[in-house]
C-alpha cells in the first residue's frame, strides 16, 4: 500500500488527524539552529570518519530522526518500510498471527492489549505482560519488528512466549497457536432484559457506521424494547478522531463534543453534534460506557464527550489519559511523520492528558484473578517517559486512586467463578441498568 493511500486512512491505533504538509513552513528554517545543525553534521562526519567499523548513510540518517522524534514524546515516530506494513495490515484487518498489541519499553517487548478472542487472548496474554523468549530465543534487547516477524505466522503452527507478568516471582511459559486475525471493530449482542452490549474493539474506518447498523439489529432482536444499553470501550486504544465525533453524535442531538488546539494556523478545530448523524438514535435509553485502564485516545474521547453532556454513566476504572492527537504528514512516497500536532479537550475544556476520564462509579475487574498484583503496576499515559504534561498542573496525588475498601466489591475471582460471573465490570453494568430507572441512571439532571 502506498503512502497516499495510508493517508486517505484513519485506521491508526491512537487519534489522527490527517493534514497537509506546508511546503512553506517546511522549507523555513529558524536561523538561530544553525550551530545545533552545524553539531550534528560535525558528529555524522566523526562517526563515519572514526567509528570502528564502517556505518552506511541511511543507518545514521535513520538514527538521527528517531533521535528527534524521541526527545518529543512517546506517540511521534517515523514510519516507513515494516512499519507502513504494519500500518496496511492494521486497516485491511487480516492477517495470521497471534492477535497481540504490543510495544518497545526499555528493550522489552510490551503487551499493549491482547485483541478480543484472539489466540493470545484465549491463551491468557494479558495488557502489560512483557515477552521475554520466543521458543525459548531471548528477544530483549532486540528489533521490535523482528520479534512482530517471528511472532506472525501460519495458521496453525505455535509458538511459545515466556511472559514476566509484573507482579509475579517466576515467568510464564505460555504455548499459543497462530490463527487468522481478523479484527472486528465492533461487535453486540442483547443480555437478559432486553439490554444491548455493543463492544468496540478499535476506532478504524467506518466504526460509526457499524454502532449505528448493530443498534438497529439489537433493537430488531428486542422487538424494539431496548431498556438499556452499555457501550463497551475497554482496552480499546484508540483510533481515528473523525470515528469517536461520529460515534460520540450517535447520542448526543446538541453541543460540543470535542475541541482539538494545537500550535500551528488550521490546528485549533471544533467538532459538535449534530454534524454526523442526526439527533440521539437511543433516545430515551439509559446507557453505560466502560472503560479501563486500556481505554485511550479516541475512547477517552467519546468517554469524556457522554459524560460532559451527562448522556451516560461511565463505570469501570480510570481511563488511560492520552490527550493528544497525532497528524500524519508525508515524507516523499514511501515514508511518513507521526507527529503529535494538538491536545484535545472535552466539552467542559477538561484535558485528560495524564489524568484520563474518572468513572461516575469506579467498578475494579474482580473477575480478574490477577488484579491486585496488576494493579501496582498499571502503565498509563502518565508513567511514559517524555509525555506531555497536563497544562493544568494536576499534581501526582491528586490522581492517586481511592484506597478505601469498597463493601459492594469484596468477592473474589474465585467466588465469581463459582456464580459463573466471567467479566465482572460488564456484570455490575448490567445489573445497574437492570435494578435502576432511566431517570436515575443516564438521563440524570
Given at each position: ?405 469498597d463493601p459492594r466489591f469484596q468477592l473474589t475471582a474465585e467466588q465469581l467463578e463459582e456464580q459463573g ?25
Amino acid at each position: 500500500m502506498k503512502i497516499a493511500a495510508l493517508l486517505q486512512s484513519a485506521a491508526l491505533v491512537t487519534a489522527v488527524a490527517l493534514i497537509p504538509t506546508a511546503t512553506v513552513s517546511m522549507a523555513q528554517v529558524d536561523g538561530r539552529a544553525g550551530p545545533e545543525f552545524s553539531k550534528l553534521f560535525a558528529t555524522y562526519q566523526r562517526i563515519k570518519a572514526s567509528y570502528v567499523e564502517p556505518v552506511e548513510d541511511d543507518v545514521l540518517v535513520r538514527g538521527a530522526i528517531d533521535g528527534m522524534l524521541a526527545a518529543l514524546d512517546p506517540h511521534s515516530g517515523y514510519l516507513d518500510g515494516s512499519d507502513l506494513q504494519r500500518l496496511e495490515t492494521m486497516i485491511d484487518g487480516n492477517y495470521s498471527g497471534l492477535g497481540l498489541s504490543v510495544i518497545m519499553e526499555d528493550g522489552a517487548v510490551k503487551v499493549i492489549s491482547p485483541f478480543r478472542g484472539s489466540p493470545a487472548d484465549e491463551a491468557g496474554i494479558k495488557a502489560g505482560d512483557f515477552i521475554t523468549h520466543l521458543d525459548g530465543d531471548l528477544i530483549y534487547g532486540g528489533e521490535l519488528d523482528d520479534a512482530v516477524a517471528r511472532m506472525r505466522g501460519k495458521a496453525g503452527t505455535s509458538i511459545t512466549l515466556t511472559i514476566f507478568r509484573p507482579g509475579r516471582d517466576e515467568p510464564l511459559e505460555v504455548p499459543v497457536t497462530r490463527g487468522v486475525i481478523e479484527l472486528e471493530p465492533v461487535t453486540h449482542a442483547l443480555e437478559a432484559g432486553n439490554i444491548g452490549v455493543i463492544t468496540v474493539n478499535e476506532f478504524s474506518a467506518d466504526v460509526g457506521a457499524d454502532v449505528f447498523k448493530a443498534w438497529g439489529a439489537i433493537q430488531k432482536e428486542a422487538t424494539g424494547r431496548v431498556s438499556g444499553l452499555v457501550l463497551d470501550l475497554r482496552s480499546n486504544p484508540g483510533g481515528s478522531l473523525d470515528e469517536a465525533v461520529a460515534l460520540s453524535d450517535l447520542f448526543l442531538d446538541s453541543g460540543r463534543i470535542v475541541s482539538q488546539r494545537g500550535r500551528a494556523r488550521g490546528e485549533t478545530l471544533l467538532y459538535d453534534a449534530e454534524t454526523v448523524f442526526r439527533g440521539d438514535m437511543a433516545e430515551g435509553v439509559p446507557v453505560i460506557v466502560l472503560i479501563d485502564a486500556g481505554s485511550a485516545s479516541a475512547s477517552e474521547i467519546v468517554a469524556g464527550a457522554l459524560q460532559d453532556h451527562r448522556r451516560a454513566l461511565i463505570m469501570g476504572d480510570r481511563s488511560f489519559g492520552k490527550g493528544s492527537v497525532q497528524s500524519l504528514l508525508p515524507l516523499g512516497t514511501d515514508a511518513a511523520l507521526k507527529l503529535t500536532t494538538a491536545r484535545y479537550f472535552t466539552p467542559s475544556g477538561k484535558s485528560v492528558q495524564e489524568g484520563g476520564i474518572n468513572p461516575d462509579i469506579k467498578v475494579p475487574q474482580l473477575s480478574d484473578p490477577d488484579l491486585a498484583l496488576r494493579q501496582k503496576y498499571l502503565t498509563r499515559e502518565s508513567d511514559l517517559r517524555g509525555h506531555l504534561i497536563n497544562e493544568l498542573g494536576i499534581k501526582d496525588e491528586e490522581l492517586e486512586d481511592d484506597k478505601i475498601d469498597d463493601p459492594r466489591f469484596q468477592l473474589t475471582a474465585e467466588q465469581l467463578e463459582e456464580q459463573g460471573v466471567e467479566d465482572f465490570q460488564l456484570h455490575y453494568a448490567l445489573e445497574t441498568l437492570r435494578r435502576t430507572t432511566k431517570s436515575s441512571v443516564a438521563l440524570r439532571d
